[in-house]
C-alpha cells in the first residue's frame, strides 16, 4: 500500500455527490447489514452502528461480546468493506480477525477516547502511535530497516518505512500519520497497513 491507497480512503466522502441520496442510503444500510451477518457467523451478540466522519465518510463500529459478556468494539471503513465484500476473500473471517485478536486480552476492550485538541493528538502520537509502529516494524524485520516520521507535501507528516538496501525501484512506502492515527482510535492496529505496505516492496523486487 501505498499514499494513493491512502487518498482513496479520504474519497469517501465525495461518494455522496455521484449518487443520489437515496441510493446513498441504501449502500450504507447494505453494507451495514452485511457486516452484522458476516460476524454473526462467528459471534451470538453482535451490535453495529454507522457514524460519519468528515474526513472518513461513514464508518462502521462493529461490537461482539464474548462468552463472559465483555464487549469488544473495533471500526472499519466504507471503502474497504465493500472492496472485502465484493472479493471472494472470505470477508467474514477477515473482519473476524480483528476481534480474535482484540480478544486475546480478556475483559473487553472499547473504543479508545479520541484526543479533544491537538495537544491530546500530538501526545498520542508522539507516545502511543510512533513508538509501537517502529517497534512493530523493527520486529518484523530484525535486518536494516528505516522507519520514522517524514513530511509529505501533500500529507504533511507520514510515517515512513522502507529497506535502504534496495537501491534501484522503489524501496519505502508512506502513509499520513492522521490515517494511522485514526486506525489506532478505531481499536485496529495501525502498523498493518506498514507492515503490508513492507511485503509488498519486498516482493516486487523478489525477495520473498
Known amino acids: 500500500m501505498t499514499n494513493e491507497t ?9 461518494n455522496e455527490e455521484t449518487v443520489s441520496e437515496e441510493k446513498w442510503t441504501e449502500l450504507i444500510q447494505a453494507v451495514h447489514h452485511n457486516g452484522l451477518v458476516a460476524l454473526e457467523r462467528y459471534y451470538n451478540d453482535v451490535q453495529g452502528q ?3 466522519h468528515e474526513v472518513y465518510g461513514p464508518i462502521f463500529i462493529y461490537q461482539v461480546k464474548d462468552d463472559s459478556d465483555s464487549g469488544y468494539v473495533c471500526g472499519f471503513f466504507l471503502r474497504e468493506l465493500i472492496e472485502k465484500f465484493q472479493s471472494a476473500n472470505k470477508p467474514e473471517e477477515w473482519m473476524a480477525s480483528f476481534f480474535v485478536e482484540l480478544m486475546k486480552n480478556k475483559g473487553g476492550k472499547l473504543l479508545p477516547k479520541s484526543p479533544e485538541n491537538e495537544e491530546e493528538a500530538k501526545a498520542l ?3 502511543v502511535l510512533i513508538p509501537q509502529c517502529i517497534a512493530t516494524v523493527q520486529e518484523e524485520f530484525p535486518e536494516q530497516v528505516h522507519a520514522g516520521l517524514d513530511w509529505n507535501e501533500e500529507h504533511g507528516p507520514v510515517f515512513e518505512a522502507g529497506f535502504p538496501v ?3 525501484g522503489n524501496n519505502t512506502c508512506a502513509f499520513p500519520v492522521h490515517f494511522l492515527l485514526m486506525q489506532l482510535l478505531l481499536n485496529r492496529d495501525p502498523a498493518d497497513l506498514i ?3 513492507l511485503y509488498k516492496i519486498q516482493e516486487e523486487h523478489g525477495l520473498t
Open 166 to 168: 534496495i537501491s534501484e
Open 6 to 14: 491512502m487518498n482513496n480512503e479520504t474519497s469517501n466522502s465525495s
Open 50 to 52: 454507522v457514524l460519519n
Open 125 to 127: 502520537i508522539d507516545q
Open 195 to 197: 507492515l503490508q505496505g
